[in-house]
């Protein structure tokens, strides 16, 4: 990922809040017991996906172009760092799997699969808090 698939759109500390929200109730939404393992797993990619676009967000931009999802994961080591990159490419991965269990077939996942994109997600969401707290502290002030 380059700059040239970023455009400049200012973010807010609500805005951040807000993302966080959604990110917490979306690993909350991974765990539910009596949901299936491929909705657990698109809610564990989802819980990921939110972290790298509050990374894009917070940096001042937006992704611009048809594969977003893709294109904000890719974007995070840029702005980030390459600390960032061993929970990017497994978020990458979780990403082509999930669009599979979305749009291909069901039961491609069982509950050992979704184990794996939450305990990324775990990791990277101690990343882009220190991150943040690090590199955008006026974010953090709505911060939960």
């Known amino acids: 990922m380059t700059p040239d698939g970023l455009e400049p759109m200012e973010t807010s500390p609500q805005e951040v809040a807000e993302l966080l929200k959604r990110y917490r109730i979306a690993v909350a939404d991974a765990t539910v017991d009596g949901q299936s393992a491929d909705g657990r797993y698109v809610d564990a990619y989802t819980a990921g996906f939110l972290l790298a676009k509050i990374v894009v967000r917070a940096s001042g931009h937006r992704v611009k172009g048809g ?20 929970s990017v490419d497994a978020l990458d991965a979780a990403r082509k799997r999930r669009n599979a269990t979305m749009y291909d077939a069901a039961d491609l996942v069982d509950d050992e699969d979704v184990s794996a994109p939450l305990g990324r997600v775990a990791v990277f969401e101690g990343l882009v808090r220190d991150w943040l707290r690090l590199s955008h502290p006026e974010l953090t002030t709505t911060m939960p």
């Not at 594969?67 to 061993?86: F, N, Y």
């Open 67 to 86: 594969e977003s999802h893709r294109d904000t994961l890719l974007a995070v080591p840029w702005l980030m760092g390459s600390g960032a990159q061993a």
